[in-house]
């Protein structure tokens, strides 16, 4: 079975620009979240979808981050535009139900320049 | 509301030796409580977790964690490194319901396994 998948693994964009981050949870998995470690600082939670509804958006940063589940699987999250303190890895995760455990993905390790 | 503090931020042990690594947390409810591990280049990986069961709690690859709710603490602990136990582990708390799973994460703490 495979896990939780985020594309791209590495992007390197430059301030102002748009990048948009994919992740594709564990097949069934109707939770999915989305945390960001921004360097030096500690894992943050940004948001949680139950299928294609956002649950929890208390953790994103500003308007200019926007994440979407259309039809409840793959999630993206869009950075536009983009600052230079956007820079750090940004995990994704995903689990069966709302109590159990998550299952996180490599990262996206986001540099804006 | 939660939060957790890992007291190191590096730990260096030679292989063989005993592992720790220090959590605290605060709570204003019973939390379930985990340790992660994050391998360079890789996912997050749970370790273990405790749940309001036993207050020994044993994990994968000989890792093991013991809940105290007098000192608030979680400890990681490993009895003899092995050089794959260098990576980062992060401490993690969640109050847990029916909104689901809100993980708040430790600083982590990068473990350096000498030969």
């Known amino acids: 079975e495979a896990g939780v998948t985020q594309f791209p693994s590495h992007s390197v964009i430059e301030k102002g620009q748009t990048v948009t981050l994919r992740c594709d949870p564990i097949?069934?998995?109707?939770?999915l979240y989305w945390y960001r470690r921004v360097m030096g600082k500690e894992i943050k939670f940004l948001l949680h979808?139950?299928?294609?509804?956002?649950?929890?958006e208390s953790g994103m940063p500003n308007n200019r981050f926007l994440a979407e589940r259309t039809g409840g699987t793959y999630s993206t999250l869009k950075v536009q535009p983009a600052e230079l303190e956007d820079s750090g890895v940004y995990f994704c995760?995903?689990?069966?139900?709302?109590?159990?455990?998550?299952?996180f993905g490599q990262g996206t390790r986001l540099t804006v320049v | 509301a939660q939060s957790v503090t890992q007291l190191d931020s590096h730990v260096s042990v030679s292989e063989g030796t005993p592992v720790l690594l220090r959590c605290n947390y605060s709570?204003?409810?019973?939390?379930?409580l985990f340790w992660y591990v994050q391998h360079p280049n890789k996912g997050l990986q749970l370790l273990l977790k405790?749940?309001?069961?036993?207050?020994l709690v044993k994990g994968i690859n000989g890792f093991e964690a013991e809940f105290k709710k007098s000192e608030t603490s979680f400890h990681l602990t490993k009895p003899s490194a092995h050089m794959s136990d260098a990576a980062e582990y992060f401490c993690?708390?969640?109050?847990?319901?029916?909104?689901?799973?809100?993980?708040?994460f430790g600083g982590g703490t990068r473990v350096l396994v000498k030969p």
């Open positions: 995760a995903s689990s069966s139900g709302p109590n159990t455990e998550a299952f």
């Open positions: 097949s069934g998995h109707d939770n």
């Open positions: 709570s204003s409810y019973s939390p379930s």
């Open positions: 979808f139950v299928k294609e509804s956002k649950q929890d």
């Open positions: 405790y749940t309001s069961a036993a207050t």
């Open positions: 993690v708390v969640i109050v847990t319901g029916a909104a689901g799973n809100k993980l708040t």
